[in-house]
């Protein structure tokens, strides 16, 4: 089993910057993909940006591309989302996932329990 741990949520204001952070741990062979979600309160969960294990790949929603930029420490296995240019849509709760397959949304297994960024204006 893999368990991650999610940190760095706060409340910030339009304009700010926040680094969340994504700890793995236990069986953490074989994860080939990690990426980072999020959930507004009465909206569908948002796929933010994925990363392939060893960062030759990534990949950005629309909505974040050019503000957010997904990163990973491989000797941490951990996993980062910088978050820049914060917008008060960019208010959910973020959480972090992995898998041992592919990038694809339905493909990831392991769920953290998630961070909550709030954004005001």
């Known amino acids: 089993q893999v368990q991650l741990a999610e940190s760095g949520g706060d409340s910030v204001q339009a304009g700010g910057s926040l680094r969340l952070s994504c700890a793995a741990s236990?069986?953490?062979?074989?994860?080939?993909?990690m990426g980072w979600t999020r959930q507004a309160p009465g909206k569908q969960r948002e796929w933010v940006a994925t990363?392939?294990?060893?960062?030759?790949?990534?990949w950005y929603s629309d909505s974040v591309k050019g503000r957010f930029t997904i990163s990973q420490d491989n000797d941490k296995n951990t996993v980062y989302l910088q978050m820049n240019s914060l917008k008060p849509e960019d208010t959910a709760m973020y959480s972090c996932a992995a898998t041992r397959a592919s990038c694809a949304a339905a493909d990831f297994r392991y769920w953290g329990q998630g961070t909550q960024v709030t954004v005001s204006s």
């Open positions: 990363i392939v294990r060893g960062g030759a790949s990534t």
């Open positions: 236990g069986y953490t062979s074989g994860i080939t993909c």
